[in-house]
C-alpha cells in the first residue's frame, strides 16, 4: 500500500509538472484585445503591452463641414456685406501661438458659400484642397471667414486639439462652445 500511495504521488508530481500553463491564464488585454501566445493582439486604433493607449491616426481626413452658428452682423453692427447681403463663407485651419493667435495657415478652403443666411446650418459637402490633419503637436484652430471683393474678414473660430477630439474615432466631431460665435462639425475617416 505504501508503495501504491507513493508511486500515485510520483505519477501526481511529475503529471503535474509536465503539463504546461496557458501564457494568456492570467493576461487580461484591454479595448477588446485578445490574448495570442501570451501577448495581446490589439484592435486597430489600440497599441500597448495590454492594449491601453489609444493610438493616434496617420491623418484625419475632413469630408464634409458644417457650420451651424455664426454671427448675423459684425461686432460693430454693421452688416457682413457693403450691398446687404449675407456674409460669403469660407473656412480655414490655422496652428495657433500659446496665446491663440494664428501661427501657420495648414489650410484654406477653395469652396465658397456665398450670400447665406444665419439661423441656418451650411453645409461644405465638398472639402477642396483635401484636408487632412495630422498635427497633434500644436493647438489648432478653424476659422470662419467672410470672403470679400477687397479684404476677406474673420468671423471667429475655434482652437482644439486634434487628439482631444477623436477620442474613440468617431464620425464627427462638434467644434462650439457656449461663448462662441462660430460653430463647426466635421465629419471625419481616418488614415
Not at 469630408?63 to 454671427?71: A, E, L, Y
Not at 446687404?84 to 480655414?92: E, I, S
Not at 487628439?163 to 466635421?186: M, Y
Amino acid at each position: 500500500m505504501k508503495k501504491l500511495t507513493g508511486l500515485f504521488l510520483f505519477f501526481l508530481l511529475v503529471g503535474s509538472s509536465c503539463s504546461k500553463s496557458d501564457p494568456c491564464e492570467s493576461l487580461v488585454c484591454q479595448n477588446d484585445g485578445s490574448c495570442v501566445d501570451g501577448k495581446c493582439q490589439c484592435p486597430e486604433g489600440w497599441e500597448g503591452t495590454l492594449c491601453e493607449t489609444e493610438s493616434l491616426p496617420n491623418a484625419v481626413v475632413v469630408t464634409n463641414i458644417k457650420v451651424p452658428k455664426f454671427p448675423d452682423k459684425k461686432s460693430n453692427g454693421s452688416n457682413w456685406d457693403a450691398d446687404n447681403t449675407g456674409p460669403d463663407l469660407f473656412t480655414a485651419l490655422y496652428t495657433l501661438k500659446e496665446d491663440n493667435t494664428t501661427d501657420q495657415v495648414l489650410w484654406i478652403s477653395d469652396v465658397i458659400k456665398l450670400n447665406v443666411v444665419s439661423g441656418k446650418t451650411h453645409e461644405f459637402s465638398i472639402v477642396l484642397p483635401k484636408l487632412a490633419m495630422n498635427n497633434y503637436e500644436k493647438k489648432l484652430g478653424f476659422f470662419l471667414w467672410d470672403k470679400d471683393d477687397g479684404a476677406s474678414e474673420t468671423m471667429g473660430g475655434i482652437a482644439f486639439k486634434l487628439q482631444d477630439v477623436i477620442k474613440g474615432r468617431p464620425d464627427s466631431f462638434i467644434l462650439d462652445c457656449s461663448t462662441c460665435k462660430v460653430a463647426f462639425e466635421l465629419a471625419v475617416k481616418y488614415e
